[in-house]
């Protein structure tokens, strides 16, 4: 079993033989205690992972893999089950480690785009630049008030809502966000996070103000004089501000994060060859979290405002703009642009989507009502731009990182599309779970475009469980097939006495009846997998057994469908927000695939879509006009349901 490096409270890189807790101390003592991933029963998931492949490869295809599976049921599965059980039983959770890896750590892609969300906070407009060091000084003085409630434990447990309402979810990912940094390594990435302080009154906390490319380490809290407050904190951010616009230009080593992850760790250990940048990257790496002040720009003028906010959250708009005034390693990188443009780019590893909502919305409520930073009484020394020593080959493989990241960028196929036709409302007045009803319009849409469905990846949270992430909803099923060709199927016409006559194949009630199984189907999988029966993980963790008990992968695992199941060409999850003017979008994870986020509110379902340009096989417009034809499509079959009724 592998393990991860862990800082102690020395500041020393120890090991940790659990490896997905903060330290030795996991969060469990004002908790009510969850309960321990289940291992899912073997020849269930089989039979599943059968019945989602019938939908995506051939039957030919389809009956060598029924073989593979019933010979892997029969011989290895049993042996491999046994060894997740036995995991199970000795370790917090038996697939986390190997979901992080798989998932994140061991992908070597750059992070930006493939990896890393964006979320975009509601626009400001700044008069002047101690505007800008304002809010900044707000939203940081906030992650202190939440880090300090952090180390002291008081966190309250969230529970259920749906689906054994009330039942206790697992906290870790909240005490993973702030702090925490990727750091590339060869093969694999490793997480480092902070230590867990015996004593949070004397923790230490600084933060890095990015500013045209130059990096500034803030102390924002020590031991001997407390923590600084809002006005002492603007003062500082607003020197750096003044300081970097009236510098030479900086070195762009921020552009070394976006290159691919291998590339990136083999520059690293030439960085810190020099102590200087050694002491950089560890200040960087222990920050509390990133501050991007970005100037003005960057903005195409092909695209709309809330597009354009999200694509430089995700990737700072190129290298001409804002894309070296970043650290993509880093957990939380907030970004305030003096333009008005505000938002957050987050690396996706250490926590889940609704861990960074949460702490993203806090800061913007409690900023919206606190009153101005008041000015300080007297003048903290001034923060200081951190100083590179950078060798020609590094120069060198920043420049390249540059020019690769803004190709990434323009082949980035990205819109943000409100879909005002209704919204959650009307999808429960239609009794149907607003998740189950999207996704089935997912579905719908990608059949309408290619006429077939693809493997479908939706996460489904298992914080019902300790340490537990996430497994994947499939909306790729028989019953959601059957749905969308249904839908799909066009009026046909024939001759009657002389009279052309048009129908179609399947009326309003069948199509109704098509759908009502389908949601029953999306419901079965979303419950299955919150409460630990999903057959991705289940799937995993019998590759990866097999991989460390034989040496090799099984025939199940090197099979075609296994491949085409794995290859998830639409790759969705709900980000839902309560604040107005914020959201959250991602791109595709395939070349030829899509990447859809969705914010369902009342009456409007915000969609973020992605591909990529360079891909024959995608097109962002043309997905976002088929989902708007699927969405008004469905919207009409229940109000013909209605007028009948």
């Known amino acids: 079993m592998g393990s991860i490096l862990l800082v102690n409270s020395t500041g020393i890189l120890e090991k940790s033989k659990e490896p997905y807790l903060l330290d030795a101390k996991p969060v469990t003592k004002q908790y009510v205690q969850v309960a321990k991933l289940p291992v899912p029963e073997l020849q269930a998931t089989l039979d599943s992972y059968l019945d989602f492949a019938a939908v995506i490869v051939n039957q030919h295809q389809l009956q060598k893999t029924q073989e593979i599976v019933k010979k892997f049921a029969e011989e290895l599965g049993p042996k491999m089950q046994n060894v997740l059980f036995d995991r199970q039983k000795e370790m917090i959770n038996w697939v986390t480690e190997w979901w992080l890896d798989d998932m994140y750590l061991k992908i070597r892609l750059p992070v930006p785009i493939n990896s890393n969300p964006g979320m975009v906070f509601p626009r400001?407009?700044?008069?002047?630049?101690?505007?800008?060091?304002?809010?900044?000084?707000?939203?940081?003085?906030?992650?202190?008030?939440?880090?300090?409630?952090?180390?002291?434990?008081?966190?309250?447990?969230?529970?259920?809502?749906?689906?054994?309402?009330?039942?206790?979810?697992?906290?870790?990912?909240?005490?993973?966000?702030?702090?925490?940094?990727?750091?590339?390594?060869?093969?694999?990435?490793?997480?480092?996070?902070?230590?867990?302080?015996?004593?949070?009154?004397?923790?230490?906390?600084?933060?890095?103000?990015?500013?045209?490319?130059?990096?500034?380490?803030?102390?924002?809290?020590?031991?001997?004089?407390?923590?600084?407050?809002?006005?002492?904190?603007?003062?500082?951010?607003?020197?750096?501000?003044?300081?970097?616009?009236?510098a030479p230009p900086a070195p762009r080593v921020g552009l070394l994060t976006a290159m691919n992850r291998d590339q990136w760790a083999r520059a690293r250990e030439q960085l810190v060859k020099e102590e200087a940048n050694r002491a950089n990257l560890e200040l960087i790496s222990r920050s509390l979290c990133v501050l991007c002040v970005d100037e003005a720009g960057g903005d195409r003028s092909d695209l709309d405002e809330n597009t354009n906010a999200l694509l430089r959250a995700m990737h700072g708009a190129g290298t001409n703009y804002h894309s070296a005034n970043r650290w993509f390693d880093k957990t939380v990188q907030l970004i305030i642009s003096s333009d008005g443009t505000v938002g957050m780019c987050y690396e996706h590893s250490p926590a889940e989507g609704v861990a960074v909502i949460r702490l993203a919305e806090r800061a913007l409520a409690r900023a919206d009502v606190a009153p101005r930073p008041a000015p300080p009484p007297a003048l903290l020394p001034a923060p200081v731009a951190m100083k590179w020593k950078l060798t020609g080959d590094l120069m060198r493989t920043i420049e390249q990182a540059g020019r690769d990241f803004d190709r990434a960028i323009l082949d980035l196929d990205l819109k943000v599309y409100t879909y005002r036709g209704y919204g959650r409302e009307f999808m429960k007045s239609c009794r149907t779970s607003p998740d189950v009803y999207i996704q089935l319009a997912l579905q719908y849409a990608y059949y309408k475009m290619y006429g077939y469905l693809v493997s479908t990846y939706e996460s489904a949270s298992l914080r019902r469980f300790h340490n537990g992430r996430v497994d994947n909803i499939r909306s790729a099923h028989?019953?959601?097939?059957?749905?969308?060709?249904?839908?799909?199927?066009?009026?046909?016409?024939?001759?009657?006495?002389?009279?052309?006559?048009?129908?179609?194949?399947?009326?309003?009630?069948?199509?109704?009846?098509?759908?009502?199984?389908?949601?029953?189907?999306?419901?079965?999988?979303?419950?299955?997998?919150?409460?630990?029966?999903?057959?991705?993980?289940?799937?995993?963790?019998?590759?990866?057994?097999?991989?460390?008990?034989?040496?090799?992968?099984?025939?199940?695992?090197?099979?075609?469908?296994?491949?085409?199941?794995?290859?998830?060409?639409?790759?969705?999850?709900?980000?839902?927000?309560?604040?107005?003017?914020?959201?959250?979008?991602?791109?595709?994870?395939?070349?030829?695939?899509?990447?859809?986020?969705?914010?369902?509110?009342r009456d409007s379902v915000i969609f973020c879509i992605s591909s990529f340009a360079s891909s024959s096989v995608t097109n962002t417009e043309a997905f976002r006009q088929a989902l708007e034809e699927a969405l008004d499509a469905m919207k009409l079959m229940f109000q013909n349901k209605k007028a009948e009724g």
């Open 478 to 601: 028989s019953a959601a097939l059957s749905w969308a060709a249904a839908m799909s199927s066009t009026d046909m016409s024939q001759e009657d006495e002389g009279r052309k006559v048009s129908f179609n194949l399947y009326g309003e009630q069948k199509k109704l009846e098509l759908f009502e199984e389908a949601t029953r189907k999306q419901t079965a999988i979303m419950e299955a997998n919150i409460q630990g029966r999903g057959i991705d993980n289940h799937l995993l963790g019998l590759r990866e057994a097999a991989r460390e008990t034989l040496g090799h992968l099984p025939d199940m695992f090197t099979d075609n469908t296994y491949n085409r199941m794995i290859e998830f060409k639409l790759s969705t999850s709900q980000v839902a927000t309560t604040t107005e003017g914020t959201f959250m979008g991602y791109g595709a994870v395939v070349p030829d695939g899509y990447g859809c986020s969705y914010n369902p509110k």
């Open 124 to 246: 400001k407009q700044f008069a002047k630049i101690d505007e800008v060091a304002d809010l900044a000084a707000l939203y940081v003085d906030d992650l202190l008030d939440y880090k300090e409630m952090l180390d002291r434990g008081e966190l309250p447990q969230e529970r259920a809502t749906s689906r054994e309402k009330g039942q206790p979810l697992c906290m870790e990912q909240f005490y993973r966000l702030l702090g925490v940094c990727r750091i590339p390594e060869v093969g694999k990435d490793r997480l480092e996070l902070p230590p867990r302080p015996d004593d949070p009154s004397e923790c230490e906390e600084l933060i890095i103000v990015a500013c045209r490319n130059y990096f500034y380490p803030i102390p924002v809290k020590a031991a001997d004089r407390g923590r600084l407050t809002p006005g002492e904190i603007q003062a500082q951010i607003l020197h750096a501000m003044v300081d970097a616009a009236g």
